[in-house]
């Protein structure tokens, strides 16, 4: 008996049910299909849950449907499909010894670096990096991937890109920036990137020398998580070899512009990133004592420089007395010669206050770097011009050198506490004060130290 039939419950069969030829017919022992009786108002729901669903974004972000992407082909041939390419992003999916991470949202930049974007797109869409490793993790840096061999030395199927290096604000390297790795050569740049994972002076010394073209706006647990695993030696000796198998699962390019973003790591503020106006530039004299080239005890060091500060005092150029008398050996090497007022500060030692960024002005040495090669190029254009004379030219260089020379000095200034006694005197010194200090700092010999504040 029908289980239906027990209960009463067996719907009747309409004539127009009946009629149908595609009726499923069962076997006499199972219990017969049965047309389903719902109210109006079930399939209506029914009907526009399934519009909605066939209709909607199943991924849930809110971007347009997958065919909506142009083809790997399409993005290499600059499709009018992809001539903005401001219109799509990037969804990274990572693992860790397989488990799989939270998903990495890559928003790109194709006004900064067009035909990057426009490769690493190419490369998603044809699925290159789908079951690749991260084969390179620098803890205090960056995680690299995209390498078919494993190892750094693969290559790209469609070539190698152009250089984009870019100084604006919003493309530097930071935590989080897309950047594309490379060889020696600038334009060597194919298929393998990085991510960088940490914000600080390593990160900012990347900029002007590899091509950033993205940042990550979201899943920064699984960048996080990717950082944090231990790593071992490579075979060149570099502690960067992840022992756990890092992956990138699949890399999918999707329509429509990156969310904003949700990573909470705070960048620095410019004037920690760029050079803090919070340090001090001394100009020092030593006087060694102990194991010194003079094997002087502490009170005869400190009487030397009492008298050396007295010259200074009746007159002596301070310059003059550290060639005759320091015995630091870098501050005997004599200066270029040339007229420029503000050679004093290529002798100075420029101290970081603490809490401040020792190693300041990276852009500012970049910058310092370019600006030089276009002077000299000058130079040498007006000298073979006739507008020169050798004599002129040289001096021009000779210039050109010494101010280059002291901006590298200053972007390098010393932690405050790798030297605390002479830093805390510099600070306290008003520019053209001069002090004596005696420090103890052993390496490589101790020193009374006649100090002028020149910045």
């Known amino acids: 008996m029908s289980p239906y039939r027990k209960k009463n419950l067996r ?28 109210p109006a108002w079930c399939w209506i729901g029914l009907l526009l849950a399934c519009t909605l669903w066939s209709c909607g974004d199943q991924g849930g972000s809110g971007s347009e449907p997958e065919d909506s992407v142009p083809t790997a082909q399409q993005f290499a041939d600059e499709h009018p499909d992809t001539a903005d390419l401001s219109r799509f992003h990037v969804r990274l999916w990572t693992s860790i010894d397989g488990r799989e991470l939270p998903v990495m949202t890559l928003a790109l930049w194709p006004d900064v670096a067009p035909r990057t974007v426009r490769n690493f797109l190419r490369l998603c869409r044809a699925g290159f990096y789908n079951g690749l490793a991260f084969h390179r993790l620098v803890p205090d840096l960056m995680i690299q991937g995209g390498c078919t061999r494993g190892d750094g030395t693969g290559g790209s199927p469609f070539g190698t890109v152009p250089a984009e290096f870019s100084h604006e604000e919003h493309a530097r390297h930071r935590y989080g920036t897309l950047s594309m790795a490379r060889g020696r050569d600038p334009d060597s740049a194919g298929a393998q990137f990085f991510i960088v994972c940490r914000d600080g002076p390593l990160a900012w010394s990347l900029d002007g020398q590899y091509s950033s073209f993205g940042q990550l706006v979201a899943g920064e647990a699984a960048l996080e998580a990717l950082r944090d695993v231990p790593v071992q030696p490579n075979p060149l000796g570099e502690r960067s070899d992840p022992i756990p198998n890092l992956r990138i699962v699949r890399a999918e390019v999707v329509a429509g512009p990156a969310p904003a973003s949700t990573v909470s790591e705070p960048a620095l503020a410019p ?4 050079g803090p106006p919070n340090t001090a530039g001394v100009e020092s004299l030593m006087v060694a004592y102990g194991s010194g080239p003079e094997s002087r005890t502490e009170a005869e060091a400190l009487e030397r420089a009492k008298s050396l ?50 190693l300041r002005g990276q852009r500012a040495v970049q910058q310092a770097n370019e600006a030089a090669r276009v002077e000299l190029q000058e130079v040498a254009a007006q000298k073979r011009a006739g507008t020169l004379t050798p004599e002129q030219a040289a001096q021009r260089r000779d210039d050109v050198q010494w101010r280059l020379q002291s901006t590298i000095r200053q972007a390098r200034a010393i932690p405050f506490d790798e030297w605390p006694d002479l830093a ?8 053209g004060e001069t002090s004596i200090v005696v420090s103890q700092r052993a390496a490589p010999f101790r020193g009374v130290f006649v100090l002028r504040r020149v910045e």
């Open 11 to 38: 719907p009747r069969l309409c004539k127009e049910m009946l009629a149908e030829s595609n009726y499923l017919r069962v076997p006499r022992f199972a219990a017969p299909a049965q047309p389903l009786h719902l």
């Open 271 to 274: 004037e920690h990133r760029w």
């Open 309 to 358: 500060l007295a010259e200074y005092q009746n007159g002596r150029d301070f310059h003059e007395l550290i060639l005759e008398a320091s015995d630091d050996p870098v501050q005997r090497i004599e200066p270029l010669e040339g007229t420029w007022s503000s050679a004093d500060r290529a002798w100075a030692l420029f101290f970081a206050q603490r809490g401040s960024n020792p």
């Open 424 to 431: 805390a005197k510099a600070f306290e010194l008003e520019v």
